[in-house]
């Protein structure tokens, strides 16, 4: 059953039904691209080719048997190039939908320019009939294809960076369970529709990790541990970059000590890659967008970061040790704390929907807030604040308990105590947000059924 992506799917509907020309989707691997473009083409013909790591001539060889086999031609045409192929299917008198997956494999054995350029030629002169969708998971190489220097360079009007279900998204997947649950099970799986595939949403937060991340052979720990991973140079380090940075976000600094790596650039340019992979993520404090010093890196994935906080750090012991006893003495004590983090990140989302959805016109920016108040010496950091257009702040106190605890009165007011003595900003507003709700509520606190009341 396909969820959610109405939107992604409404886009790609919109282009099938429009003229003939390309449409570029692209996004890390296990998104879920090639299950939205199947739902957008359902009950329409369409010719898909998912290309080899191989050499050009291979690949088109195969296309050439992907179209006969599909009945678009009735031999081999032996073709040099692929606007050769497209030349010939330009002839005829039918119209085509025609897929080509991981479209930056044809640049594996052949230099990426003479396979743009063929595709330029492609687009200039042979879509009359062809709706063409180049899709891909590398989304470096793919981004490229917009770039001035790229011979595609303009030829792409419709184009769609295919990101993770966000966390309403991702509850379609387990929709009876509470909300103190749905904020745990984003917190630990994350928003990958292949990931979100593998859940048994009768079963609780615990037996679904033990099914998955403690099972060697689940499709989410190979995902979490090789997948996303796959066809990155191994210079990168990327599983002992993960598994320092867990559940965190370091700066720059922080994580070439961690790593006793040289201050040369060398990490800075790892990173700068998996950022544009959409592995690692790079954010800075709202109220310091330009101090490089500033910047913090944490992992983008909800399971791969659940993946290296608890499970590489035992994978020796995945084979030889029952899995309730992993999960009760190294997952377990910790797991409130952990989903505490990323119920922040939650929370953030969650102001930006209603943003996005014009139903708060009055914020600027959304993000986290570093103080540092030297004249009473303390320093710290607001994990949700929103900066309003009028240029005062409202911070967010985000909190997740377990389900029976309730954030009390006299804790509100502590906290709300503790924000008004910083002086160097101009706070409008404190709210609350609890995962369990409140004692004694009052306007301060945001419901949290609040979190899910969108449809999308």
Do not use: W
């Not at 050499?55 to 692929?82: P, W, Y």
């Not at 590398?138 to 966390?167: D, T, V």
């Not at 910790?334 to 929907?353: D, G, M, N, P, W």
């Not at 409008?428 to 949290?448: H, K, V």
Request: net charge neutral.
């Amino acid at each position: 059953m396909f969820i959610g992506r109405k939107a992604e799917l409404q886009q790609l509907q919109q282009y099938i039904g429009g003229e003939p020309s390309v449409f570029l989707l692209y996004g890390k691997r296990r998104v879920g691209k090639t299950e939205l473009i199947k739902e957008a083409l359902k009950g329409r013909p369409f010719i898909y080719f998912q290309c080899y790591e191989n050499t050009l001539s291979f690949n088109l060889q195969q296309f050439e048997m992907t179209l006969i086999r599909n009945g678009a031609i009735k031999e081999r045409i032996n073709a040099d190039s692929f606007s050769q192929i497209f030349y010939y299917l330009n002839l005829l008198d039918q119209k085509f939908v025609i897929v080509i997956d991981e479209y930056s494999y044809l640049s594996t054995y052949t230099d990426g320019r003479i396979i743009d350029s063929d595709f330029q030629n492609i687009c200039d002169n042979h879509l009359s009939n062809i709706h063409l969708i180049l899709c891909g998971s590398q989304i470096n190489i793919m981004s490229s294809l917009l770039n001035k220097e790229n011979p595609l360079y303009g030829r792409i009007k419709n184009k769609l960076l295919l990101k993770e279900l966000n966390y309403v998204e991702a509850s379609y997947f387990y929709p009876n369970k509470s909300i103190h649950d749905k904020i745990a099970f984003y917190a630990v799986f994350g928003g990958s529709p292949f990931v979100l595939k593998q859940l048994n949403p009768s079963l609780s937060l615990k037996d679904n990790i033990m099914n998955t991340f403690l099972s060697t052979d689940n499709d989410v720990f190979d995902y979490a541990y090789r997948v996303l991973f796959t066809g990155l140079s191994t210079s990168l380090n990327i599983k002992e970059l993960c598994s320092f940075i867990k559940n965190g976000k370091n700066t720059l600094s922080e994580i070439e000590d961690g790593l006793h790596v040289l201050k040369n650039g060398t990490m800075f340019k790892r990173l700068k890659t998996l950022v544009e992979l959409q592995l690692i993520e790079k954010s800075n404090p709202i109220n310091q967008l330009d101090n490089p010093k500033a910047s913090t890196y944490e992992l983008n994935d909800n399971a791969v970061r659940f993946f290296y906080t608890y499970v590489y750090p035992i994978l020796s012991s995945l084979e030889i040790i029952n899995k309730e006893t992993l999960y009760e003495n190294f997952i377990a004590k910790s797991l409130t704390t952990y989903i505490s983090y990323r119920f922040e990140e939650q929370a953030r989302k969650y102001f930006s929907l209603l943003s996005i959805l014009g139903l708060r016109k009055d914020i600027l920016a959304i993000g986290r807030y570093h103080y540092n108040d030297r004249i009473r010496k303390k320093s710290g950091e607001f994990d949700v604040a929103l900066k309003l257009v009028d240029g005062t702040y409202t911070m967010i106190e985000v909190k997740y308990f377990k389900e029976e605890h309730l954030l009390s009165k006299s804790m509100r007011m502590e906290e709300i105590r503790q924000v008004e003595e910083i002086r160097e900003i101009d706070v409008q507003n404190i709210l609350f947000l609890c995962s369990s709700g409140y004692e004694d509520q009052d306007d301060r606190c945001i419901d949290p059924n609040s979190l899910y009341d969108f449809q999308f």
